[in-house]
Structure formats: structure tokens, C-alpha cells
């Protein structure tokens, strides 16, 4: 059974910076990684980064490039988002997820498995 358990979240001032944590527990067969999406009030559930277990590869949505980092821990059983520069726009439920592999071969492809998401807030 999988278990995916997010924590970091706040309310900063725009410009500012958070770090989200995201431990999980179990596996799936066939996940490549962990990742990270946003989902905003009224609007889909959108991809931010991910991670690849085995070699590190990381990928990102243009929109944050440049201003968060994802990493994971020498266990590979926790990742982070350092998430700096924080703009108004980035407010959103931040949820952790187990990533498969796409149709292009990288690891950014969420299924069913998800954490329960921690609340970022950025004010101006």
C-alpha cells in the first residue's frame, strides 16, 4: 500500500520562499518517481516537477523554471520542493504524487496514487 504524506505548506508574501516535503511509504511497480502538482480553486490539477528515482533526471513546468528546485533524499523515499520567488499566481493545493513514465519517455505521468496536498497561500 502506498502512502504519500505532504507537509511545508503556508501563507508567505509574494517574493518569498517555501519548502515542501513529501515522504512516502511503499511502491508502486512500474513508478519511476515522485512528483509534484498544483491544483488551484476552480481550475485543473497541473504538473509542476518530478524526480527520477534511480538517476535524479528532474523535469519542470516552464512556468517554474528557474525558481523551484526539486530534490530527493539519498534514501529516495523523500522529495522536496524549494520554492523561491513566489508569485500570487502560485497559490494552489500542492500535492505529491507517485510519476510513470510517459508517452516520451519521461518520468512526469501521475496515476492513482496521490497525497492529501498541503495549502500554499502567496499574498501580495
Known amino acids: 500500500q502506498v502512502k504519500l504524506t505532504e507537509s511545508g505548506g503556508g501563507s508567505v508574501q509574494a517574493g518569498g520562499s517555501l519548502n515542501l516535503t513529501c515522504t512516502k511509504s511503499?511502491?508502486?511497480?512500474?513508478?519511476?518517481?515522485m512528483g509534484w502538482f498544483r491544483q488551484a480553486p476552480g481550475k485543473g490539477r497541473e504538473f509542476i516537477s518530478s524526480?527520477?528515482?534511480?538517476?535524479?533526471?528532474?523535469n519542470y513546468r516552464d512556468i517554474v523554471k528557474g525558481r523551484f528546485t526539486v530534490s530527493q533524499d539519498e534514501v529516495k523515499n523523500t522529495i522536496f520542493l524549494q520554492m523561491n520567488n513566489l508569485k500570487t499566481e502560485d497559490t494552489a493545493v500542492y500535492l505529491c504524487?507517485?510519476?510513470?513514465?510517459?508517452?516520451?519517455?519521461?518520468?512526469?505521468?501521475?496515476?492513482?496514487?496521490w497525497g492529501q496536498g498541503t495549502q500554499v497561500t502567496v499574498y501580495s
Open positions: 504524487g507517485l510519476v510513470f513514465r510517459s508517452y516520451d519517455g519521461t518520468c512526469v505521468r501521475p496515476d492513482y496514487y
Open positions: 511503499g511502491d508502486a511497480i512500474g513508478s519511476c518517481g
Open positions: 524526480i527520477k528515482s534511480d538517476d535524479g533526471t528532474t
